[in-house]
């Protein structure tokens, strides 16, 4: 209903508003696989199939969604990453692959973003044993996933399951960090066991995943980041 996409879009808005990145993208998310489009500039959104808002706004119909965490990047950072991710978009439509080569290397040299151009998403290169400022620790973190929708409990968990989880991550990590892939296998099932959330190790994203989980989008990617 119109009261429920309003909500949402507030419920977005506020999230950018205190740098919650994460939950504003899966909302955005959310509501996009929902056939809910926005065009933020103009605070305007639309939900009759159609996903562009005429010429000025078509950079808005380019718009890959963001995986994994931001990292050190700033607010000011990841509104330049979509605008350069937009653009190489735009290149590649228009056939100026130059131009479009060019973009995605400033993506990698400057904010070490890849583009995965079949899912339409990008996210921040990241490997293990790299650190992250935003944590307290410095280690780098994984975040809720954005393909799981806002009112899912990999976002509505109580905030103490959540700490724990986020314990239990960067222990893991640390693990990893040093080579034993036994502890760290173990802390994966334990997860899995206990709250029923799946680790992506390619996008560091964690989901709660309900039943089997073999239709579920995350679940095969999860599984396929963690093959030898």
């Excluded at 990453?81 to 692959?97: C, N």
């Excluded at 400022?133 to 973190?141: D, E, Q, R, V, W």
């Excluded at 802390?187 to 066991?193: G, K, Q, V």
């Amino acid at each position: 209903t119109k009261e429920q996409i309003d909500f949402l879009i507030a419920s977005r808005l506020e999230s950018k508003k205190v740098r919650n990145f994460e939950k504003a993208d899966a909302t955005l998310a959310y509501l996009n696989k929902a056939g809910v489009h926005l065009q933020d500039k103009r605070k305007e959104w639309r939900a009759d199939g159609q996903n562009h808002f005429g010429r000025e706004a078509r950079v808005e119909r380019d718009a890959h969604v963001r995986r994994g965490s931001s990292y050190d990047l700033t607010e000011a950072d990841l509104i330049d990453v979509a605008d350069l991710v937009a653009r190489r978009e735009q290149a590649k439509r228009r056939r100026e692959y130059h131009l479009s080569d060019e973009l995605g290397d400033t993506l990698k040299t400057k904010y070490r973003v890849k583009v995965n151009n079949k899912k339409r998403e990008w996210s921040v290169i990241i490997k293990d044993g790299d650190g992250d400022s935003s944590t307290p620790n410095g280690l780098a973190t994984y975040i809720p996933s954005p393909l799981a929708p806002p009112d899912d409990p990999t976002h509505t968990m109580n905030d103490e399951s959540k700490a724990l989880i986020q314990k239990r991550l960067a222990d893991r990590v640390v693990a990893r960090n040093d080579k034993d892939y036994k502890m760290a296998d173990l802390i994966r099932d334990e997860l899995m066991n206990d709250y029923s959330v799946v680790i992506d190790d390619v996008t560091r994203e964690y989901k709660v995943v309900t039943g089997d989980g073999e239709s579920d989008q995350f679940v095969r990617e999860a599984q396929d980041s963690q093959r030898s």
